[in-house]
């Protein structure tokens, strides 16, 4: 398996939000850091094919972003995903299923699998409007998992989740990306060091840094931090005993 980005561009009136980036995935987890503006959400959005490219091809395994067989082998879960607050967390997994072509016994199968999968399956039953932030967050993750994607991609997927929610996400990733591709955006540079086999990081719509991040190389926040020249900021934060909050 293969997903392939050659010198894909994408600009926005006078700002190049993704430049000229060239990149060949095999199954794993990368993790996709970049500050606030660096075209990480862009980026990902043309890998999903919600965006078109100005130059530059997207393909995973010869099939290109634009085909419906791209998009059946896709699972995608954006920052602020849309959902249904009157239906119950089953009916929205399987009304989403089915948009993705499963047939409707093995929709309410999967669902309820994922329901369980995600620690929502006492919660399957009851309106969407009645769950919190974190277990909306939960129900997205499941939705992106529906059609047990082959390219998985998941823009901050681990805001709202409390500690135990983000371990038990953690090694639901850790999972996926033993079979697929999975790219996964976030703000928590811990997230990044746990989950990622390869540490991916924009910087004005380029790719800096392409690479493994294995112990011995020291702090990746620091490193992450220097690259955008904010030293400062690591250590006033390092003093103080906090850690990271920023948007990355």
């Not at 939000?17 to 996709?32: K, Q």
């Not at 490193?223 to 005993?241: H, I, T």
Request: with cysteine; proline share 2%; charged share 25%.
């Amino acid at each position: 398996m293969e997903l392939i980005l050659d010198r894909v561009t994408k600009q926005f009136r006078n700002k190049i939000a993704v430049d000229r980036i060239s990149l060949r995935l095999h199954p794993g987890v990368y993790g996709l850091l970049g500050a606030n503006g660096a075209g990480k959400t862009t980026l990902l959005r043309l890998i999903c094919g919600i965006l078109r490219c100005d130059s530059g091809t997207v393909s995973l395994d010869g099939l290109d972003v634009s085909t419906e067989e791209y998009r059946a082998g896709l699972g995608y879960l954006p920052q602020d995903f849309g959902y249904y607050p009157e239906f119950t967390g089953m009916d929205f997994l399987v009304y989403m299923a089915t948009l993705k072509g499963l047939a409707r016994s093995q929709a309410g199968r999967r669902a309820a699998e994922l329901l369980e999968l995600v620690s929502l399956g006492d919660m399957g039953r009851k309106k969407i409007k009645t769950y919190s932030g974190g277990m909306k967050q939960r129900l997205g993750i499941a939705q992106a998992l529906l059609n047990r994607p082959r390219l998985l991609i998941l823009d901050e997927p681990t805001a709202g989740l409390d500690p135990k929610e983000r371990a038990r996400f953690r090694n639901l990733i850790g999972e996926a990306g033993k079979e697929g591709i999975v790219i996964l955006s976030t703000h928590i540079v811990s997230d990044i060091e746990q989950i990622a086999d390869t540490v991916l990081m924009m910087k004005d719509g380029r790719l800096i840094f392409q690479g493994e991040w294995q112990e011995g190389q020291g702090d990746l926040e620091k490193f992450y931090l220097e690259q955008f020249e904010d030293e400062g900021l690591y250590q006033k934060m390092n003093e103080s005993g906090k850690e990271s909050g920023g948007n990355l």
